[in-house]
């Protein structure tokens, strides 16, 4: 199985930005944490991220032809903004997709409570830090083998 995780913009910024809502860990932390659970779990992991709309879109048409089983994207800002990413998410139908955000997006600003890209994916984990990912794997994993 292949799960491939993508984050969007400013994610790299981890540890760095608005420590009070993102925590102190950093992206590399981040990384390591998933690559951890992937080896638990025996899945292979991609992480991917970029602060350009137009290569994530381009990484998710990829994932189509590398015939991904999973992806989990935190799509930061684009989130709320971005009708392109949600029709890129939502023409991969055949890739179980999980949007996870590491703060509850519900509880913050008015405009980060309508998420444009949670309806072309499966699922959507937020609020429970870091660990989201990686409950995301674990959700990708259980609906793939339900598949």
């Avoid at 981040?30 to 290569?55: C, H, P, Y």
């Avoid at 684009?78 to 999980?98: G, M």
């Avoid at 870091?130 to 674990?138: Q, S, T, V």
Wanted: proline share 1%; aromatic share 6%; with cysteine.
């Amino acid at each position: 199985m292949k799960i491939l995780v993508i984050n969007g913009p400013n994610l790299n910024f981890l540890g760095i930005r608005e420590k009070d809502i993102y925590g102190t860990k950093d992206y590399e932390f981040l990384k390591e944490r998933i690559q951890d659970k992937a080896d638990l779990m025996g899945v292979d992991t991609e992480l991917f991220q970029s602060n350009s709309e137009g290569e994530i879109i381009d990484r998710i048409q990829l994932a189509y032809h590398e015939k991904v089983d999973g992806i989990i994207i935190n799509p930061g800002g684009l989130t709320h903004t971005s009708v392109a990413l949600h029709d890129a998410l939502a023409s991969v139908s055949n890739i179980i997709k999980i949007e996870v955000h590491i703060s509850n997006i519900n509880s913050r600003e008015d405009f980060r409570k309508n998420s444009i890209t949670a309806g072309a994916c499966d699922g959507q984990i937020s609020g429970l830090g870091i660990n989201g990912y990686l409950y995301a794997m674990e959700a990708v994993a259980d609906l793939v083998n339900l598949s």
